[in-house]
């Protein structure tokens, strides 16, 4: 159930926390190592993890999945990435994307950029 309270990005957010949940008590051992594979992804290293969730936003504008790009849209906004940071990240992501890639940073991510700088309760 969505609240009402909340914004159309924290909306998307909430239902992949979700379906998550929802997975990992059917799949505890693969959500479980999921977990542990991303963290230690994005954990801090040669590449700190503002460029790491960079990376991810364009990989995900690329790869089409809209609810990776709002995932780590946040994830680039929690690490203090700018706007003008993000959408350059968008940039490279259309230069090898295209127009498909394009759109989507034009639309989606902007769109919860913008939401997340106006979170709703």
């Given at each position: 159930?969505?609240?009402?309270?909340?914004?159309?990005?924290?909306?998307?957010?909430?239902?992949?926390?979700?379906?998550?949940?929802?997975?990992?008590?059917?799949?505890?051992?693969?959500?479980?190592?999921?977990?542990?594979?991303?963290?230690?992804?994005?954990?801090?290293?040669?590449?700190?993890?503002?460029?790491?969730?960079?990376?991810?936003?364009?990989?995900?504008?690329?790869?089409?999945?809209?609810?990776?790009?709002?995932?780590h849209t946040k994830?680039?906004?929690?690490?203090?990435?700018?706007?003008?940071?993000?959408?350059?990240?968008?940039g490279v992501a259309?230069?090898?994307?295209?127009?498909?890639?394009?759109?989507?940073?034009?639309?989606?991510?902007?769109?919860?950029?913008?939401?997340?700088?106006?979170?709703?309760?």
């Open positions: 159930m969505q609240e009402q309270n909340m914004n159309w990005t924290k909306n998307y957010l909430h239902d992949y926390k979700e379906g998550m949940g929802q997975f990992s008590e059917h799949m505890p051992e693969v959500a479980h190592q999921f977990s542990q594979f991303s963290e230690a992804c994005f954990k801090e290293g040669e590449l700190s993890k503002k460029n790491k969730q960079l990376m991810a936003l364009g990989i995900s504008i690329v790869a089409q999945d809209e609810y990776c790009m709002i995932y994830g680039c906004v929690d690490q203090g990435a700018t706007e003008k940071e993000i959408l350059e990240a968008c259309a230069a090898f994307g295209g127009g498909a890639a394009l759109s989507q940073a034009v639309t989606l991510v902007q769109h919860a950029y913008k939401d997340l700088q106006n979170p709703v309760n």
